[in-house]
């Protein structure tokens, strides 16, 4: 799976002077521009812009909202899950072999073939009796 980082900037808030372009929007255009080839070369990726608010203070004691207007990147991180080199198929252990005959009890149940056979039928005798506990004599 594909893992990002993300960073924000603040949007300009106004253009930066360019002869050649007439009207406001157009040198708005390309100051934003410039901003977003400036964070590509960078290798993010723009994703979008935000409004988000800010609680800041405001004269001594005072706090107000403000509104601040965020340009959102993200670039793909390369993670060591990508990247795992599985063993070759000689290197693997042949589990098809049958384990030896001295393997304990617990360990036998996970061994296919050695593990006995459930059944719904079992001796009456071989459960633990349940009930309240009662000193040894």
């Known amino acids: 799976m594909q893992s990002?980082?993300?960073t924000?900037?603040?949007?300009?808030?106004?253009?930066?002077?360019?002869?050649a372009?007439?009207?406001?929007g157009e040198r708005f255009g390309a100051t934003l521009?410039?901003?977003l080839?400036?964070?590509?070369?960078?290798?993010?990726?723009y994703l979008r812009a935000d409004v988000l608010p800010?609680?800041?203070?405001?004269g001594l004691t005072g706090r107000?909202?403000?509104?601040?207007?965020?340009l959102i990147f993200r670039r793909a991180i390369e993670t060591e899950a990508e990247t795992v080199l599985l063993p070759a198929a000689e290197q693997l252990p042949d589990l098809r072999e049958p384990a030896p005959e001295s393997v304990p009890t617990f360990l036998a149940s996970t061994t296919p073939g050695l593990a006995p056979r459930l059944s719904a039928h079992s001796d009456p005798g071989s459960a633990p009796r349940?009930?309240?506990a009662t000193p040894e004599s």
């Open 130 to 132: 349940l009930g309240p």
């Open 21 to 24: 372009l007439k009207t406001p």
């Open 33 to 35: 521009a410039a901003e």
């Open 54 to 58: 800010s609680e800041e203070r405001s």
């Open 64 to 70: 107000s909202t403000v509104y601040h207007n965020l």
């Open 8 to 19: 924000a900037i603040p949007a300009p808030l106004r253009a930066e002077k360019n002869r």
């Open 4 to 6: 990002y980082e993300y």
């Open 37 to 45: 080839n400036r964070m590509a070369a960078d290798g993010w990726e």
